[in-house]
C-alpha cells in the first residue's frame, strides 16, 4: 500500500537584497563596457551585455565572476553575493520590507 503524501514547506531564512536595474543601484557589481562583447545580447535576458552588471567575488563558491542582467536580485546567500532573476527570486522570497 503506497503511503500518504503530505505537504512540506520550503525553509529559506531571510535574505538581504537589493533589485539590481542599472549601473549604479549596488556599489559592488562593476560594467562590461571595456569587453569585446559588450554590444552582443545576452542569452538569458536579450539585452545587450553594457547593461549588465559584473559582480566580481573572489573565492565565492557559485562563482568567481557573475553576470547580473537588468531586473535581477543581488542577495547575500552565506556570506557571499547571489544574483537571481527577478522571477526565481520572487518565487523563493517574499517580502521587501
Do not use: I, Q
Given at each position: 500500500m503506497?503511503?500518504?503524501k503530505s505537504k512540506y514547506k520550503q525553509r529559506i531564512p531571510t535574505v538581504d537584497?537589493?533589485?539590481w536595474e542599472e549601473h549604479g543601484d549596488d556599489d559592488s557589481?562593476?560594467?562590461f563596457s571595456e569587453s569585446p562583447w559588450a554590444d552582443d545580447e545576452?542569452?538569458?535576458c536579450g539585452r545587450h551585455w553594457s547593461e549588465h552588471g559584473r559582480l566580481e567575488e573572489p573565492g565565492n563558491p557559485?562563482?568567481?565572476v557573475q553576470a547580473v542582467c537588468?531586473?535581477?536580485y543581488l542577495f547575500d546567500h552565506h556570506g557571499f553575493m547571489s544574483v537571481l532573476p527577478a522571477e526565481q527570486f520572487e518565487a523563493m522570497y517574499e517580502g521587501g520590507t
Open positions: 503506497a503511503k500518504k537584497a537589493v533589485l557589481v562593476g560594467t545576452c542569452s538569458v557559485v562563482a568567481d537588468p531586473g535581477s
